[in-house]
Structure formats: structure tokens, C-alpha cells
């Protein structure tokens, strides 16, 4: 599965967009791009996937760039709730690895 | 709500002694796993069952060891615990081990082995 690269931290003021990178540069063809966050001290919760056209849901928005070498994670109102790590992971659909490889993911904060 | 439940959610043991991490989700998912996270890192799959009474090893199995009798059930035994396995045990489940859409994660257990 390709590696990604995403910021350790970031700041965010409440009722603002946040928008997490993620950097996948090695990804191929058939490899999806997932979304989980970690509430502290919660088990990682799923938030979104796509393959390369841009995808959105309740929870956020996912938009991956022509090329599928980045993509971003937008979440258009962000509330004190949305406090997490947030992990980006590429995944190929198939085969019986069984594994979701988390990093370490972008540790969000959602500011008053 | 329905979903993953683990039992017990903090447990404390001796160098040596043994338990068993118990998981049981409701969704009739068929996929189930169990990860463990150290402190400042990311979650790190021990085992992994794809389908009921099937089980796979993951990237860190040593120490441990997994039954899946029951589509529902999931269990994580430790024959000898040792302090090194002090950590945060969380299970999951999946509709499918092939995607890693929509995995549904408990709310972990707490170990300290002393």
C-alpha cells in the first residue's frame, strides 16, 4: 500500500472550514483513499473514501487532485467536537491483508 | 446504540498471567480485527479474522492468540502477559476484509501489566 504524509498538527477556529491534507504521491491505480479520525481516547471512528472523483457525506467532504497524488479532507463547519487525529490511509481494494495502516495522523484542533 | 463492545474496558495484570480480551459486535459484520495502540502512536493490527472461524496474523501476533467461533465474537487471549504488552486494545469490524470502508471500532480496553 502506498505511504502517505499528512501534517502533524493544525489549528482551526471554530465554525470554519478545516481542510486536512494528505500527501500519497506513490498511490496506484487501485488503491482508495480512506478517512478515520480518533476522538482522544476513542477507538478511530470512519469518515469517508474515494477512488479519484471527489466524494461528500454528512460528516466531510473529500476532494483528490486530477493526478490521485494528494487529496484533502474538508470539514465545511468545524465544531470543538471535531478534535482529533485524523488519519489518512491508502488501502488497494482486494486481497486479504486485513490491514488498515494507521500513522500517526494530523492531530486537529478546533479553537473557540 | 449497536456496534462493537469490549469487555473489560481496563484490567491490570501480573507479569505472566494470562486473560482474554473479549469483543462482540451486532452489526452481522463479517470481518473482525484487533489492533493495539501505544501512547503517541498509531493503531497497529495484532490479528485479524476475515470470516468466521478463520484468523489471520497481523503485523505485531506475538504474544497473542485469537478465536473466532462465533460470527460475533472475537477473542484476544495474552498466555503471558508481559509488561510490553501494556497498551490499548481496540477491536473492529467490517462488512468485508477487502476494503477498508466503514470499519466500525470499539472503545477499547485498558491494560497495564505490572
Known amino acids: 500500500d502506498a505511504k502517505t504524509t499528512q501534517p502533524t498538527s493544525m489549528d482551526c477556529a471554530e465554525g470554519r472550514a478545516a481542510n486536512l491534507p494528505c500527501n500519497h504521491s506513490?498511490?496506484?491505480?487501485?488503491?482508495?483513499v480512506y478517512w478515520y479520525r480518533q476522538i482522544h481516547s476513542q477507538g478511530p471512528q470512519y469518515i469517508i473514501h474515494g477512488l479519484k472523483n471527489n466524494e461528500t457525506n454528512e460528516m466531510a467532504s473529500l476532494i483528490i487532485t486530477e493526478d490521485r497524488k494528494s487529496s484533502t479532507l474538508i470539514l465545511p463547519h468545524a465544531t470543538l467536537r471535531d478534535t482529533a487525529v485524523y488519519y489518512c490511509i491508502v488501502r488497494v481494494y482486494g486481497g486479504s491483508q486485513g490491514n488498515l495502516i494507521f500513522g500517526k495522523g494530523t492531530k486537529l484542533s478546533v479553537k473557540p | 446504540n449497536a456496534g462493537v463492545t469490549q469487555t473489560p474496558k481496563f484490567q491490570v495484570l501480573k507479569t505472566g498471567q494470562s486473560m482474554t480480551l473479549q469483543c462482540a459486535q451486532d452489526m452481522n459484520h463479517n470481518s473482525m480485527y484487533w489492533y493495539r495502540q501505544d501512547p503517541g502512536m498509531g493503531l497497529r493490527l495484532i490479528y485479524y479474522?476475515?470470516?468466521?472461524?478463520?484468523?489471520d496474523k497481523g503485523e505485531v501476533p506475538d504474544g497473542y492468540n485469537v478465536s473466532r467461533l462465533k460470527k460475533q465474537n472475537f477473542l484476544l487471549g495474552l498466555e503471558s502477559a508481559a509488561p510490553s504488552q501494556t497498551s490499548v486494545y481496540f477491536c473492529?469490524?467490517?462488512?468485508?476484509?477487502?476494503?477498508?470502508?466503514?470499519?466500525?471500532f470499539g472503545s477499547g480496553t485498558r491494560l497495564t501489566v505490572v
Open positions: 473492529a469490524s467490517s462488512e468485508t476484509v477487502l476494503s477498508g470502508y466503514g470499519y466500525t
Open positions: 506513490t498511490i496506484s491505480g487501485n488503491e482508495y
Open positions: 479474522s476475515a470470516s468466521e472461524g478463520t484468523t
